[in-house]
């Protein structure tokens, strides 16, 4: 019924690809097989979410998805089955692929009128070597995406491409448009001065054994001003950590605390660097102020593609302002998802919103 609906909301004569986003909740091999049947042939890509925005705002359990005209769009996509082995050549490889199929559609040119999408297996600990690679092959073109989730329950996250939802995967959108568009990423935190050093960490599981000598959840209880035993998702969300590179603070979010009182997070670390203790600033008014720039710039929007963290929803959540949220994600026409993490030109992140603003206006060029 859900992939019924959705093809009935978008098919027209000129509808080129979708890209969706649904709960974890679905049967998925089942829904996959619905979208392919209700869809015809029309390219499908998509992902599992932490959470869904629609465009009533905020929602769970459900599905969302756009269609891209191919008058206005250009869009192919690829899906990369091995995270472990992604080397720069084949990354050059996919990306000169995908890039030359949008050029043949011929709706623009390619420098300046296109961008990526990424979704990767939120699971999967690998982002930041995929995207590290990824990024040298886009060259100039600019990059966002975020990490499949699975409802908050840490159990399996799943891209969608290729007829089938697939784990350790992820799936990249090349998307070349005539419309005007910018890329974004933002947060609402604002750096203190306490910090925590990492005096023991296992890279490769991205957990934290030490903070400041001390076992890494003791010490980060005492940081914020708790018990261990309190520690869950809703103070991760209100008392995150970042580590700063030129003047710009990247937050690492903590996913949980383990049974040796390591913790484990949701982007990488390592032993030596320094994390900044962040506070937060009113949520809502940062992203509304960013937008407001873009829109500026552009006008107002047709469309804005956002991945929004699943920490930021529950901050929001608990603040009670989810009404407020839903309103504001509506009037700026924001379709998306929440995420285990968020990705922008290269960079792996945490507790940002990032995506795309599509203006209505063609580009030049």
Known sequence: MAAQDL???LLHPWLGSVLFFCSAEYDLEALGQALEQHFGGVTLCGCTTAGEITDEGYSRGGITAIGFDQRDFAVDYAVIDDLEGVSLLAAQQLTDRLLDNCRQAGIAPIKEHTFALTLLDGLSASEERVLATL???LGSIPHFGGS??????????????????????AVVVMVNTVLDFEVFT???????DDKL????ADREHRRVIELNAEPAAEEYARLVGCQVDDLD????????????LHDHAYVRSIQRVNEDLSLSFYCAVENGIVLTAMRAAPILDDLRDVLDEIIARLGSPRLVIGCDCFLRRLEIEADGVSDAASALLRAYRVVGFNTYGEQCNGMHLNQ?????VIGQTRRGG
């Open 197 to 200: 050093v990492v005096t023991a």
């Open 233 to 244: 998702e809703e103070t991760f969300a209100r008392h995150p950590l970042a580590v700063r």
């Open 186 to 192: 933002t947060h609402h935190l604002r750096s203190l």
């Open 148 to 169: 499949a989730g699975d409802d908050n329950r840490l159990a399996g996250t799943h891209v969608y491409g290729n007829g089938r939802f697939r784990a350790g995967a």
């Open 7 to 9: 093809a009935r909301r």
């Open 352 to 356: 940002t919103f990032t995506g795309v």
């Open 135 to 137: 990024n040298a092959a």
